[in-house]
């Protein structure tokens, strides 16, 4: 198991890069940001590449109803990503049938895409199952040690199925340190939860209660056992719950960083 560090896009490029530098220091294997309207996760991780020469970046993940396979092509080139270092994630966004449009996109994403490896964002036993199947990761998200456990055993049935071996399971866990950590969590996720009705769902199906998806500590210990329990995943990543400035984000990544 390794871990990565995350932060949302459009993080001011005066601390993502040194952000990157330090995580990479700390024995991070990849930076991770996620996509939304108000910023592109490719353009981060951009910022991230000037200050980490050496590890892994992903953007997880960028919906298909909102950018073509094309338009994330032209994205690349124009930021100069090295496409070795790069785990794109991508997902259905609000679709109304997300495992088909998912289907329906992997040929094109094939094409446009060429030597990237593509992972698909999944909650649900389905697309799990297809992207054991067919994609090169697939990305867990708002998910309980458990419940990561459980999901990971419907990608390897579906890779079972399809006779290859299993690609590797990757996962944002929502993680605050200090003062009021457990407020910032909640908080987070209650905006999730009243996103949309699939997020619904999925925080229904794992049956934890309301805030505590995640992991929350007041120090160092509680924030390392936390993570530990995560072990279904390939690829932790950290998804920083913290003021965005590089005081305290570089205090969480080195609470969350990975042991020896």
């Given at each position: ?111 446009a895409l060429p030597g990237i490896r593509l992972v698909l ?140």
């Open positions: 198991m390794s871990r990565g560090f995350g932060v949302t896009a459009g993080l001011d490029p005066e601390i993502a890069s040194p952000l990157a530098g330090r995580c990479q220091e700390l024995g991070y294997s990849s930076m991770w940001s996620n996509d939304h309207p108000g910023a592109k996760g490719l353009e981060t991780l951009a910022e991230y590449a000037k200050g980490a020469d050496r590890i892994d970046l992903g953007v997880a993940v960028i919906a298909l109803d909102r950018q073509s396979p094309d338009e994330i092509a032209t994205d690349i080139e124009r930021l100069g990503i090295d496409k070795g270092r790069l785990w794109l994630g991508l997902g259905a966004g609000f679709t109304e049938k997300p495992l088909t449009t998912m289907r329906e996109a992997l040929p094109g994403l094939r094409e964002a999944a909650m649900g036993p389905k697309m799990c199952a297809f992207g054991g199947a067919e994609w090169d990761g697939v990305f867990f998200n708002w998910i309980t040690p458990e419940f990561a456990a459980k999901a990971r055993g419907w990608v390897e049935e579906g890779a079972r199925e399809a006779g290859r071996e299993p690609p590797t399971v990757l996962g944002y866990v929502r993680t605050a340190v200090g003062a009021e950590a457990e407020e910032r969590l909640a908080k987070d996720e209650s905006f999730y939860r009243d996103m949309h009705q699939g997020y619904r769902n999925h925080f229904d199906r794992q049956g934890a209660p309301e805030g505590t998806v995640g992991v929350a500590g007041e120090n160092e210990s509680v924030v390392q056992a936390g993570l530990s329990g995560y072990r279904a995943l390939d690829v932790v990543v950290v998804r920083a719950l913290a003021s965005a400035t590089i005081e305290d984000m570089s205090a969480l990544a080195e609470a969350a960083a990975p042991g020896d």
